[in-house]
């Protein structure tokens, strides 16, 4: 088990930035996946982007791509999700979530594929 704590949420503008950080703790984050997901208002919680920890591989929703970015820093045990051109779409709170296990033929693209999750951090995009 790893416990994860979000943080770098806010309130922005259209058009701003905001970068999100996961902290972990507990163990290290080799070998893990570590996907971000938001949850809107009366909406289920949708994949946003996960990185594949020892490879750096990364995959990335339709509706984020080009526009957010996931990375790691191996020192801190960190996961970091940087947001640009944000739209008032995209608010919504965000998770931080780990999955222990790698395995090539999952995608984790899907909340039941991960283990432990953030409390999570607000983000808002004002018009």
């Known amino acids: 088990q790893v416990q994860l704590v979000e943080s770098g949420g806010g309130l922005v503008q259209a058009g701003g930035s905001l970068r999100l950080s996961c902290a972990a703790s507990?163990?290290?984050?080799?070998?893990?996946?570590m996907g971000w997901f938001r949850q809107a208002p009366g909406k289920e919680r949708e994949f946003v982007t996960r990185i594949r920890w020892s490879s750096g591989a990364t995959t990335y929703a339709d509706s984020v791509k080009g526009r957010f970015t996931i990375s790691r820093d191996n020192a801190k045990n960190t996961v970091y999700l940087q947001m640009n051109s944000l739209k008032p779409e995209d608010t919504a709170v965000y998770f931080c979530a780990a999955s222990a296990s790698d395995r090539v033929y999952v995608s984790y693209t899907r909340p039941v594929q991960y283990n432990d999750w953030g409390q999570g951090t607000q983000v808002t995009v004002s018009s």
């Open positions: 507990g163990r290290s984050l080799s070998g893990f996946v």
